[in-house]
């Protein structure tokens, strides 16, 4: 490490410390970066010899200081500790990348597995670790493609059991949180609209195909198709910013 310039050797001193790599790893994963720190990150995580650099004990005792007393599971006490642990509000989206990485299937819940596997697949032994692999969890949300998985995955994680659509409530929640941080211009006038004239659980199918008009139809809607194949409810919601004067798509 002595031929690299002291930037780049910070950087592997940093690596090493979050991920708990060898110096061999770290060189190979900040190189594969063009040396960016979160780049490297991607390229080590998505390698499957990580689950090697946690430590299961440790797993472990950080499982059991979140588990629930009465059942072998994190409810929703153990995730608000996890969360003052962390110095996170409990409503931060971080935590539903957490959750997305747990691949954890009800909200404010988590089994023994999600956990482990959740943990062990971002590296994580410890609340240090979790603390700074936050804002690598933060920059995901940046990132199309995940955002799209994580706006997927919401829908599931946020219904409640046995039910195939989203309380009106909950979903309307879930859509200002999220594109909040992914934005849409219109998301407070398509949560008026749901509530004015909707008042309904959300499908599966409405909630999809809502990220694909944010995504593809501009906030004038200039480029709306009223022949298009989008579910009845956002053709109401076009409909409704026009009655309203909010905004003319002809």
Known sequence: MHKLGRGHRDKVQQFMTITGASEKLALQALKASDWHLEGAFDVFYSQPQIKSYTDTRHLEELYNRYKDPYTDMILADGITLLCNDLQVDPQDIVMLVVSWHMKASTMCEYSKQEFFIGLQALGIDSLEKFRERLSFMRSELKDEQKFREIYNFAFGWAKEKGQKSLALDTAIGMWQLLFAENQWPLVNHWCQFLQARHNKAISR??????????????????NYDAEGAWPYLIDEFVEFLNENGIIRSD
């Open 205 to 222: 199918d409405t909630w999809s195909q809502l990220l694909e008009f944010a995504r593809m139809v501009d906030p004038a809607l200039s």
